[in-house]
């Protein structure tokens, strides 16, 4: 992973730490991921301090709080009040004020709604999206749910065994997905629309263990395309189209994709952005 060109890995502590204060993370469980002793006030307000943003703790420093919390749909008179006094979407909007808080170049959400009651998903998701245009926020959005992709991002990556198999902006990859694991992801997406005649692509096999992949490509127990080649030879990273790679021996057909998502209930909720 790399930062403006700085490869992050390769960072020795001292070096990582000096950035991350640009580099936040929005994590999956907004129970476990709050301090049940520290108020809203110092959950903020610690990587501030932590980072010499403030030298101590004034009204300057409260006021920058309040703003994140403003940011992130908390009223101000939560400021002193403790985590088991919030519900789980609270909770994630305290997570999510503690990140804007350090005014970062970019945000790790990870799985940052799956933990949250579906009523509360979409208003979490619409206040991302919001907060990614209005402050113009980059984000690594990682889920499994691709309604939520589909509404917030503007490129996706698809994962199999933590190898990327395919890249491509969000409506080509909807649209023209490439790689046979992608195609199958795509096509167990339910739909409400009764003329919808897609049928879902199994996946059969066993899935391998990611510490000891098989050989070759990762997805050649599982995929029904693959021959010889894929248990031998690792498929190289191959651009397709603007902007599209995919690492697969026998890439699929342009146009092997779902279409619009627009009849999805997931989406149709999303898009209707409720009041936070």
Not at 126 to 144: A, G, M, P, S
Not at 221 to 227: K, N
């Amino acid at each position: 992973m790399r930062d403006d060109g700085i490869d992050l890995a390769r960072l020795s502590y001292n070096e990582i730490r000096h950035l991350r204060s640009d580099l936040q993370m929005i994590f999956q469980d907004p129970y476990s991921s709050l301090n049940p002793r520290m108020t809203v006030a110092n959950i903020i307000g610690e990587g501030l301090r932590a980072h010499g943003k403030f030298k101590k703790r004034d009204e300057r420093m409260q006021e920058h709080i309040l703003k994140a919390m403003d940011d992130a749909g908390l009223q101000s008179y939560f400021i002193y009040r403790y985590p088991h006094q919030f519900s789980g979407g609270q909770r994630q909007r305290i997570g999510i004020a503690r990140s804007l808080a350090m005014n970062p170049k970019f945000i790790v959400c990870d799985e940052a709604v799956s933990a949250l009651d579906v009523s509360i998903q979409s208003q979490i998701i619409n206040l991302l999206k919001d907060l990614k245009d209005e402050q113009d926020l980059t984000y690594l959005f990682i889920t499994h749910d691709l309604s939520v992709i589909k509404y917030i991002s503007d490129r996706v990556a698809v994962m199999y065994l933590g190898n990327i198999v395919e890249l491509a902006p969000t409506d080509e990859l909807f649209e023209n997905p490439r790689h046979p694991y992608t195609q199958a992801l795509m096509s167990a997406i339910p739909t409400t629309d009764l003329d919808d005649t897609r049928e879902m692509i199994p996946l059969e096999g066993d899935i391998p263990s990611p510490v000891n992949p098989p050989d070759g490509c990762k997805f050649n127990t599982r995929c029904s395309y693959r021959t010889e080649v894929c248990f031998h030879v690792v498929p190289e990273w191959e651009e397709v189209g603007n902007d599209h790679f995919v690492a697969c021996h026998h890439k699929l057909p342009v146009g092997s994709g779902i279409g619009d998502l627009k009849n999805r209930s997931e989406t149709e909720e999303l898009s209707s952005n409720p009041t936070a």
